[in-house]
């Protein structure tokens, strides 16, 4: 999640049950978000273990699915208010909507990725997942007493919920929930990644040599983001120099005379972990007016900086790329700081909108990355070609260079050639001055490929349509306890 956090520690592979205070010593936002981590993995893992991966409750029940008076299934469904539990992960619709009215997921009608299947069977589902709340999405969580515009504080974790579609050949309900399963596994991804600062010595036989200062060289911590803007595979790419088993530094370099090559996944960064947004108070083509530019220049605005406009409908579209294609779906645009006024809170970008939608009313912000591609070539080592959505390529097979040393590496998990990427996925990588180097997993060979933090969606069928009859067995319920 895009907070200001120093980093994530909850590992639930180390299995510890509760984090304790000491007397004397400094408080970390770490040690209190991994104590809340701990209880709901210990909650959500017991709730699930009790009654099952996906339920709801006979009593008190949401999330049924049924018909609309007068319109066909592939137009239109109803879907209950009422509670369920999607792998021990509560959810709650307050009111009864329609697919075309729910809360958490605004369908635009005539979207493809939208439409419900018209011509073949389709499983209705509930897709499930947690995003960061700030004061910006919520000014009621803003302490008014700390001042007005105040700091902010603390932020919220919101649990989404939205219901969708997915085609499947199956016509009975018993063969449409084994194929469901295997639907959903072909949205997850194989890509991985490694991170580094400090480099080992550079072997006889390499042609790169490794500068005296292959280190962290930032002034301060950060924790750096890495997420995935564009999914789809990997880009393709030429790689030279020493190969990664010796634990030397290879290059990877992207290709751009070809049009094959200028497709793929693509990447953007950011060293606060992507915290740092600017409320958007009115949009007038390509000139937006801030509420604020930022406490400092080092969170502020800057010619040349690439920003994203998010609003709640695209925070809520994140899962619309969970189907790896190729090519990839483009995400909208990251767009050019062209220039800033700090005296009218008003920043120009290089082109004027889309069909994004980003509108009053939907709590719209500027998000700021820190990645700075320039036009041209790609040298070794570097990453210098501009995708059309405006983040970078994401290449497999080569350390790339972010910045002050700190290097990413993609690659397929396995066998798999080239790895499949989904959109909003990311890694944290925390970088400390102290050491010179990132905090990251590490194995004999050098730094461990790991897979994507999030986001984490929980899924959960609802219910199996084919032609005009619904049937809604999919959807499992459990009695009250007894006494």
């Known amino acids: 999640m895009q907070g200001d956090f120093s980093r994530t520690t909850f590992d639930p592979r180390k299995h510890y049950s509760a984090v304790l205070a000491q007397q004397g010593r400094v408080q970390l936002d770490a040690d209190f978000n991994e104590q809340g981590a701990l209880l709901l993995h210990q909650l959500r893992t017991m709730v699930a273990d009790v009654l099952g991966p996906a339920v709801a409750p006979a009593a008190g029940g949401g999330f049924a699915i049924g018909t609309v008076d007068g319109r066909k299934p592939q137009e239109d469904l109803t879907i209950s208010a009422g509670r369920m539990y999607v792998d021990g992960i509560l959810v709650e619709n307050d009111l009864e909507a329609t697919y075309w009215t729910q809360p958490d997921l605004r369908p635009r009608i005539g979207h493809s990725a939208d439409e419900l299947p018209q011509d073949e069977p389709f499983v209705l589902y509930l897709r499930v997942w947690e995003r960061l709340i700030t004061a910006v999405q919520d000014p009621a969580v803003r302490e008014v007493a700390l001042g007005i ?10 649990t989404v919920w939205q219901v969708a579609a997915v085609a499947v050949t199956a016509r009975t ?28 010595p550079a072997a006889d036989d390499c042609r790169y040599h490794l500068p005296v200062d292959s280190r962290f060289r930032g002034p301060e911590n950060q924790l750096y983001r890495i ?3 564009t999914g789809g595979p990997a880009w393709s790419t030429g790689s030279t120099g020493c190969p990664t088993d010796t634990g030397t530094a290879d290059t990877g370099t992207v290709a751009a005379d ?44 800057e010619v040349g900086d690439r920003v994203e406009l998010v609003d709640d409908t695209i925070a809520g579209r994140v899962a619309d790329d969970l189907v790896l294609t190729d090519p990839p779906r483009p995400a909208p645009r990251l767009r050019r700081v062209l220039a800033v006024d700090a005296v009218d809170l008003l920043v120009t970008l290089d082109e004027q909108d889309g069909d994004e939608g980003c509108g009053l009313g939907a709590h719209p912000f500027l998000r700021r990355w820190d990645h700075r ?29 972010l910045e002050d040393g700190v290097q990413v590496r993609f690659e397929p ?25 990132v905090l990251w997993p590490q194995r004999a060979d050098g730094p461990a490929p790991v897979e994507p933090a999030g986001v984490r969606y929980h899924y959960a069928p609802l219910a199996h349509v084919v032609g005009q009859t619904v049937d809604p067995s999919p959807r499992r319920t459990f009695p009250p306890l007894a006494g």
């Open 258 to 301: 070809t049009a094959a090559t200028r497709r793929g996944a693509t990447f953007k960064w950011s060293r606060e972990n992507a915290s740092v947004v600017f409320p958007v108070v009115s949009l007038s083509g390509a000139t937006v007016r801030v509420s604020t530019l930022g406490r400092d220049g080092k969170l502020g605005l």
């Open 373 to 401: 591609p320039a036009p041209g070539t790609a040298s070794a080592g570097t990453l210098a070609a501009v995708p059309a959505d405006g983040a970078l390529p994401l290449v497999e097979g080569g350390w790339l260079d």
């Open 149 to 158: 515009p105040g700091p902010d504080t603390a932020a919220r974790v919101k």
């Open 173 to 200: 309900t018993e063969e449409a929930l084994r194929e469901f399963p295997a639907r959903l596994a072909a949205f997850r991804p194989t890509g991985r990644m490694r991170a580094r600062a400090k480099q080992p």
């Open 413 to 437: 998990e396995g066998e798999a050639r080239p790895g499949t990427y989904r959109r909003g996925d990311h890694w944290l990588v925390p970088a400390r001055t102290a050491v010179g180097d």
């Open 227 to 229: 997420e995935v803007h």
